[in-house]
């Protein structure tokens, strides 16, 4: 307030305006001499230092927003990788878990594919070892019937040969060989033959 008095004191005084001018020295053709340097000096600084100083501070102002943002987003495309990351590891793990799972049942199928072939091949073992000893046993059939009819057959004509003709001779030796062919044959021969 006592600025705004004095001001409008100075500005009704003009006596005493000039007074003051004149106490301090002031001359009006130096005070615009020197009012125009000043306006001068200060475009130049404008021009030549302030003005390239304000574009370099607004260069790196964007430079830094530019990079903060580059940060902002470096940092999602990193939040992004870690959770593909961890979906491709999830995804791997499944898939070895079904690899494995995979695995093991292809293994249990071969092992049972082995197990059935091993059966089968046991079965047509023990069917050839069968026919074999079927075969075999018929072969012993054979020759303890044809040992056992010519044993009969000597015993026949020894006892026989002095009492009986040729002929019923004949008859008892075929007599003989029907009865041993019905033992041979008979179901109680094979199951005793078996337990010896």
Known sequence: MFFLRSSLFFAF???????????????????????VNFVAM?????????????????ERRKRIAVGLAQAEEAKGKLQEAEKLRQQMLKGAQCKAQQI???????????????????????????????EVIAREKERLFEEVYRETRATIVSLAERVLAYD???????????????????????????ISSKNR
Request: hydrophobic share 45%; aromatic share 8%.
């Open 100 to 130: 494995v799972s995979g695995a093991k049942e292809r293994a249990k199928t071969y092992a049972l594919e082995q197990e059935k072939a091993a059966e089968a091949r046991a079965k047509c073992l023990i069917e050839q070892a069968r």
């Open 13 to 35: 005084d003009r006596q005493a305006l000039l007074g003051l001018v004149e106490r301090f020295g002031i001359r009006g053709d130096l005070l615009l001499l020197q009012s």
């Open 164 to 190: 009986v003709n040729a002929s019923e001779r004949e008859k008892y030796i075929r007599s003989a060989e029907k009865f041993l062919m019905e033992e041979l044959h008979d179901e109680d021969f094979a």
């Open 42 to 58: 200060v475009a130049v600084l404008y021009i030549f230092a302030f003005r390239p100083v304000m574009r370099i501070m607004e």
